[in-house]
Each structure stands twice: as C-alpha cells, then as structure tokens.
C-alpha cells in the first residue's frame, strides 16, 4: 500500500522517477554549463539543501538544474516535496517563472523575454512608456520591475532604458514606412493593436481586464495621431 504524502513534507525519490517540465525550456532554455559545473561542485560538498517541487505525476515544477546535475552525479535519492494537486498550465508557468526570479535566472531570446515580462507585468509594452510621475499607477518603475525580476534597481533602471530606446526605435521606423506624425506609443496600427490586446487579456482576471482597459483609453488618442498623416504646409 502506498504511503501518503502529506503537504509540504520533505520525501526522497530517485531522480529518475521525476520528469522535467516543458514549460520550463520555453521559458528559460538551457542553462549554460558553467553554471550547471558550479552547482555540481556546491551540490558534492553540502547536498541539495532545497527540495524539489513536484506534482503529483511526477512533472517538475522547481528545481530543473538540480535534477540535471542529480542524474549527473547518479545520486540515489533527492528531497522531493510534492503538491496536492495538478496545476494548470496557467499556475505551472506561474511557479517556474518566480521559482527562475528567485534564483534571478532569466529566460533567454527575444520571444521568450517579451512573453516573459508581459506575465509579470500586463500590458508591459504599453505601460513601460508611461511616465511613472504622471502615471505612477500603471507605468512600471525601476522599483516595481526591480521587485518582479530579481534584479537590482540600478540594474533594472539600465534594463527598462534600454527597452524603452528599444521601443522608440520600433515608433520611429514604422513612422517613417507610413509616413506619419509621431507620438511615443506602440505602433501595430489601430486594429492590429486591439486584435493583440484582446487576445492577449484572455485568461486575465477582471481587475487586470479593467487595468488594461484604462491604459488603451489613455492611448487610444496618440495611436489615433499615430497613424493619422502629417500635413504639409503650403509654401507662400
């Protein structure tokens, strides 16, 4: 008969036994094995001291390089503590991406970073341009994305600078394509903007819908200037 496993307690499992979670190479990759040698050597001298997190078919949720590195070593056992129930897919991105902050492990590549910070902040792109002074509400400071990433403000700071240069840069090309009169915002075109938006609160609950909703009638009129053309004057 098998035991039960009570929430929160500590069990030992072959290394085998557990299977590593998809979500997590589609968000973070591989980690580089540098860093996957570093932890081998902590891993050889003090154990691993910080339990794996599991649902109950197995399925990692935390703890993917331990487990790299446990099958490396041939370990017998590791510390396992498993969850009452499966997750959604939802919750199982949720747990990777704070388990990956907490250790300030990042993902890596375009997609995956836009992906990433639209989690942790919706409606990122759009929210990122607005002055936290005028707008401390829904413009995400260096203090706030600071607090989501695991990064230092001074770090943050130089991240969302560049991000935002990023930004302007994308505003200034689609500007000069269109030929157009320019406002900071995003520059998908109206409809595009809203087709993306729409699908992108799905799944949101209705306080982010509303939080969403009030960012895109702040912009709506820049977008609407965005692509409305520049008029020439006449010459005299």
């Known amino acids: 008969m098998k035991r039960r496993v009570w929430e929160n307690e500590v069990v030992f499992v072959s290394p085998n036994k557990l299977k590593s979670n998809p979500l997590q190479k589609e968000w973070f990759g591989t980690r580089v094995k540098e860093h996957l040698d570093e932890l081998a050597d902590d891993i050889k001298t003090n154990g691993i001291d910080t339990a794996l997190k599991v649902m109950p078919d197995n399925t990692l949720l935390c703890g993917h390089n331990r487990l790299i590195v446990a099958k490396t070593l041939r370990l017998k056992t590791v510390p396992v503590i498993y969850t009452k129930k499966m997750l959604s897919k939802s919750d199982q991105e949720l747990k990777i991406i704070s388990d990956n902050v907490l250790r300030r492990h990042l993902p890596t590549g375009k997609k995956s970073m836009k992906r990433f910070y639209e989690r942790l902040f919706p409606g990122f792109h759009d929210r990122v341009m607005l002055n936290p002074l005028s707008n401390p509400k829904m413009a995400i400071s260096a203090k706030k994305f600071a607090e989501k990433t695991g990064l230092s403000i001074p770090q943050a700071k130089v991240k969302l600078a560049e991000i935002r240069r990023n930004e302007k840069r994308k ?66």
Do not use: C
């Open 171 to 236: 505003v200034s090309m689609a500007a000069r394509k269109h030929n157009t009169s320019i406002h900071i915002g995003r520059v998908d075109g109206i409809k595009k903007y809203f087709t993306r938006l729409k699908r992108d609160m799905a799944g949101f609950d209705k306080k982010t819908n509303k939080m969403i909703i009030n960012i895109v009638n702040e912009r709506a009129k820049e977008l609407e200037e965005i692509f409305t053309p520049t008029k020439r004057k006449k010459k005299s």
